[in-house]
Each structure stands twice: as structure tokens, then as C-alpha cells.
């Protein structure tokens, strides 16, 4: 079974720029997470989704951060316009039940750096 | 709110030794789980174990163990005879069960760095 897939891997930008990742979830599973990673911290939710409605999203800067779920399988994060404190590695995990029920898998996440 | 405590930041042993990383929670909710992940130097995190909050037995996987002690709010978890490739940093988590105020929402602590020297 393939597991979640993160693209890029890497990604250096300057500040005011803009910025997206992709996940694909394990398939089959309807519950997708994004993450956030600042070196030194463990991961912080930035939004969930059960299959393509927005289950929890109150820890995400609306001002820049956007996320969708199209369809319920593919999911893309966005970053307009970027600010240096943005550099981080985001993480995306899916779940195969419901949010608070299973366990969560993660990709290897897209490292991003602010300049 | 919930929160999720790793107090120690770094842990240097050699190997074979055995090693306890601890972790502390806190929250309301009546019911919740709690878990472990490994992140090695790749970065992708790697599940360990669930435990839910009503069952407290303590869990053996080979040189893995948890022990789960729900009077002092706490999941610590034992590396026995240690090895090289036990070096990462190790994540407990929280999150919510059904029907509770934090369903659903995952909390990680900061992590402990784990390194073990040959």
C-alpha cells in the first residue's frame, strides 16, 4: 500500500512570494490533516478534512494560508504571500476513519525556507 | 485546551542501554487517545502506538514499551538494549475522543531527541 505523497520535497522562496503543496492521502482514507513543523517543535494542526469539507481549521492564518480538498482525495496548501516565520516543514497526514478515531499517517513533508 | 509535555529535550545514551522518554498530558476531555511517533533524520514521522483512555494495560512490542498511568497523566515509553538506529526524535500526541470538546484535534509535545553512540 502506497503511502501519503508530498510534493515538493523542497522549497526556497523569498518573502511576499507565494507558495503551494500537494498531498495524496493513502487511498481510502477520507481524513486528511496539514501540518506545520518549526525546527525544534512537534507539529502543529493547521486544518483537517473528512473527504472535502473542513473539519477543523482554527489554528490556520486565514490572512495567507488557504487549503482545499477537491473531490476528497487530493488536497493542496497555499502560502500568499509568505513571510520569513513561514519557514517550516509541512507535514500532511490522513486517517482512514473518522478525525478522533484513527490513527494518522504521515508524508514526508515539503521543507520550506523564507528568505 | 489540551496540552502535551516532553520535558526532557535531549537524551544521549550508548548503546544497549535501556532509555525511558516521558511524557506528561493534560486535559478534560473524558475520553482520548494517545500516541507515539518517530521522526528520524528523513522527517517523516512514524506511528509507534495508540492507546485509548480507558485502557490502561501497559503494551510490550519487541524492545518497545509503554506504560500508561492514567493517575498522573502520563505515556512514557521504554527503549530496551538500545541501538544505533533508535537515534531520532520521538513525538507523544493527544487527541480527543468522540463527542468531546477536543474531538478530533491532535496536539503533539516539542519531542525528545534521542541519540544512541555505539
Known amino acids: 500500500e502506497a503511502g501519503v505523497a508530498q510534493s515538493p520535497r523542497y522549497k526556497i522562496i523569498e518573502k511576499r512570494q507565494s507558495v503551494a503543496f500537494w498531498c495524496n492521502p493513502i487511498?481510502?482514507?477520507?481524513?486528511l490533516y496539514w501540518y506545520q513543523q518549526i525546527l525544534g517543535q512537534g507539529p502543529k494542526l493547521l486544518i483537517q478534512f473528512q473527504n472535502n469539507g473542513v473539519v477543523d481549521d482554527s489554528q490556520l492564518p486565514k490572512d495567507r494560508f488557504s487549503a482545499e480538498r477537491l473531490k476528497g482525495v487530493d488536497s493542496t496548501l497555499k502560502i500568499q504571500p509568505a513571510k520569513l516565520e513561514d519557514s517550516a516543514v509541512y507535514l500532511c497526514?490522513?486517517?482512514?476513519?473518522?478525525?478522533?478515531?484513527?490513527?494518522?499517517?504521515f508524508g514526508p513533508g515539503t521543507r520550506l525556507t523564507v528568505l | 485546551a489540551q496540552k502535551v509535555t516532553q520535558a526532557q529535550t535531549e537524551i544521549s545514551v550508548v548503546e544497549k542501554e535501556d532509555v525511558t522518554l516521558d511524557c506528561v498530558y493534560e486535559?478534560?476531555?473524558?475520553?482520548?487517545?494517545l500516541f507515539w511517533y518517530k521522526q528520524p533524520p528523513s522527517g517523516e514521522l512514524v506511528f509507534l502506538i495508540r492507546r485509548n483512555s480507558f485502557d490502561e494495560q501497559n503494551e510490550i512490542s519487541g524492545r518497545y514499551s509503554w506504560n500508561f498511568q492514567k493517575s498522573t497523566s502520563s505515556f512514557n515509553f521504554t527503549i530496551t538494549a538500545s541501538q544505533v538506529v533508535d537515534s531520532a526524535v520521538y513525538f507523544c500526541a493527544l487527541s480527543g475522543g468522540p463527542v468531546n470538546t477536543n474531538a478530533g484535534k491532535s496536539t503533539f509535545g516539542d519531542g525528545t531527541t534521542l541519540t544512541v553512540k555505539p
Open positions: 486535559t478534560r476531555d473524558t475520553t482520548y487517545y
Open positions: 497526514a490522513s486517517s482512514s476513519a473518522g478525525p478522533s478515531t484513527d490513527t494518522q499517517y
Open positions: 487511498s481510502g482514507h477520507a481524513t
